[in-house]
Nanobody
Framework: QVQLVESGGGLVQAGGSLRLSCAASGGTFSRYAMGWFRQAPGKEREFVGGISRSGGGTYYADSVKGRFTISRDNAKNTVYLQMNSLEPEDTAVYYC??????????????????WGQGTQVTVSS
């Protein structure tokens, strides 16, 4: 089973960009579809987007479509979340997660097998 570690979070002004990374170790990364989720204070964890095992398929929540892009490099065992045109509403802890079933379009938290520890993203207005 893989272990996941996110990085790249921080403080950014509204309209700015950040790229999050999620590095996997200890397993066969390419066997997993990958998802990004976020959780704001007092709110439930929500799906941001997912990417297929090969990287050929992606799926996004409506709230981030057109602003966020997910990609992966299986040679580097890493998945990325490029976030552009950030808004204060994007402030949250961002988590990557691995789904052994390959269902990268699955938005349900409980479907994902492995989670990272999260990285904080704060967008100031």
């Amino acid at each position: 089973q893989v272990q996941l570690v996110e990085s790249g979070g921080g403080l950014v002004q509204a309209g700015g960009s950040l790229r999050l990374s999620c590095a996997a170790s200890g397993g066969t990364f390419s066997r997993y579809a990958m998802g990004w989720f976020r959780q704001a204070p007092g709110k439930e964890r929500e799906f941001v987007g997912g990417i297929s095992r090969s990287g050929g398929g992606t799926y996004y929540a409506d709230s981030v479509k057109g602003r966020f892009t997910i990609s992966r490099d299986n040679a580097k065992n890493t998945v990325y979340l490029q976030m552009n045109s950030l808004e204060p509403e994007d402030t949250a802890v961002y988590y990557c997660a691995a789904d052994g079933s390959g269902r990268y379009y699955d938005t349900r938290v409980h479907e994902y097998d492995v989670w990272g520890q999260g990285t904080q993203v704060t967008v100031s207005s």
